[in-house]
């Protein structure tokens, strides 16, 4: 009984060793798939972002899927008509058809308007706290109130409301409005489209892809390291 | 080598990928039609570049496929190609910016031309307009019976769609002047009470 208990357990830690070693073998096994998995990946996505980063079409068929509608009508318009078009007389002249253009006065972009001519900020836009205070001991504590307007609320320190009057006739001259602001918002020039870029599907589908060979391979492999 | 190892595996990638989205456009009418329609003669429209025109304020219908006219089109030039198409709805986007009119029946595009469009002093309206009426051979009353043959009237104050010679460097008196067999056959094609709309990026209704 015992004999045969002890051959058995003999047995067994030989097989399980043997099964220790091909697990081994195993993970060595994924792990390089993984990385060639990996440098695959990355292979793919090399070209066709450095393609969609220069904005190059790269021409693969089926591509069209991705264009905007409007950038499709674009393709087979003629384009936009041109206010000169209707005035050019080096053409064969058809009189009753053709029409003067309207005389417009020229009115400038209103982004360069208002890069000309800013806006001037308004007294909330001072920040509360003048520089110039700051040298004043006691005063520094207090909480600072709405410029011009500490004076008229009965506040529990005494002081606060010479404090805050003062800063408020200060507070302009401190802050004068900068005379050329950079554009805060420039709008972008190309608008990222709705439909994703191919490198983007291709890296989004590979990623995916490997995550779920990934996942079924470890769940399969926990199941046979539960059997044995 | 690894270069041309990698040259494959992208060009699989995006054909791949294209596949997919180019799939996925035609599905709930991909019963109905034979396999050979969804060739190189039509692009399919998704749902996402739907979303985006009609967030431009650009297309008030959904689309679900225009025809492959992928290089521009010359003046007095037009496509018409309504094989296959099932019946259905029919509606008309005048384009004023691309100078292009589509007409769509169940959302697929049958035909589109290059158009003439009204002059500085007299614009084309921007809106949607059901066809009032259709007159197949209309001499103008207002502009010394000019003759407009297969007119579909738009306005109660006579803009309409038309067939005029469309060259380069004319333009209407408000009206839209498209190649006078693209009218006939846009004549046959559609029936009053079918709405026009008529766009541009610039101005708005």
């Known amino acids: 009984m015992s004999t045969s208990a ?4 003999v047995r067994t830690l030989s097989a399980s060793s043997r099964a220790r070693r091909e697990q081994r073998m195993a993970v060595k096994r994924q792990r390089r798939l993984l990385a060639g998995g990996a ?7 090399t070209p066709l972002s450095i393609a969609a980063f220069m904005g190059v079409d790269p021409g693969f068929p089926g591509i069209d899927a991705a264009k905007s509608f409007m950038a ?6 003629p384009g936009d008509r041109t206010a000169g078009e209707l005035t050019k007389t080096k053409k064969k002249a058809v009189p009753e058809q053709r029409a003067l253009g309207k005389i417009n006065k020229p009115q400038a972009p209103v982004e360069f308007e208002e890069a000309l001519a800013p806006p001037p900020p308004a007294m909330i836009d001072a920040p509360p706290f003048p520089v110039a205070l700051a040298g004043l001991g006691p005063l520094i504590e207090i909480p600072a109130p709405p410029p011009g307007g500490g004076g008229f609320i009965p506040t529990t320190t005494g002081g606060g409301g010479g404090g805050g009057g003062g800063g408020g006739t200060e507070n302009p001259p401190e802050n004068p409005p900068p005379e050329n602001p950079p554009p805060e918002n420039p709008p972008p020039e190309n608008p990222p489209p709705v439909v994703p870029e191919p490198a983007t599907w291709a890296t989004m589908l590979m990623g995916f892809a490997l995550t779920g060979w990934v996942m079924r391979r470890r769940r399969r492999q926990g199941a046979a390291l539960t059997w044995a | 080598m690894v270069l041309a190892i990698a040259g494959l595996a992208s060009a ?6 294209s596949g997919l989205v180019d799939n996925r456009s035609p599905r709930p009418t991909a019963k109905a039609k034979p396999h050979s329609w969804v060739g190189s003669d039509r692009i399919f429209i998704t749902d996402a570049q739907n979303f985006q025109a009609r967030a431009e304020g650009l297309l008030d219908h959904d689309v679900k496929s225009i025809l492959n006219v992928t290089k ?3 003046y007095g030039e037009y496509r018409w190609d309504d094989k296959n198409v099932p019946h259905g709805p029919m509606w008309v986007r005048v384009d004023l ?3 292009i009119i589509s007409v769509f029946r169940d959302g697929h595009e049958i035909g589109t031309a290059v158009i003439l469009y009204g002059a500085d002093e007299k614009e084309t309206p921007i809106g949607a307009f059901p066809i009032l009426a259709k007159i197949k051979d209309h001499k103008s009353i207002t502009y010394d019976s000019a003759p407009m043959p297969y007119t579909l009237r738009l306005t109660g104050d006579g803009v309409s769609i038309h067939g005029s010679d469309v060259r380069w460097g004319r333009a209407t008196h408000g009206c839209i002047g498209v ?3 693209f009218a006939h056959k846009l004549f046959d094609a559609v029936s009053k009470g079918d709405q026009v709309t008529i766009l541009s990026d ?3 209704a």
């Open chain 1, 6 to 9: 002890r051959s058995g357990r």
């Open chain 1, 39 to 45: 440098a695959l990946a990355a292979l793919i996505a």
């Open chain 1, 72 to 77: 499709l009508l674009n393709d087979r318009s």
């Open chain 2, 12 to 17: 699989a990638a995006a054909a791949w990928t």
């Open chain 2, 72 to 74: 521009r089109m010359q």
């Open chain 2, 97 to 99: 910016t691309r100078q």
């Open chain 2, 179 to 181: 190649p006078v067999e």
């Open chain 2, 202 to 204: 610039e101005r708005t």
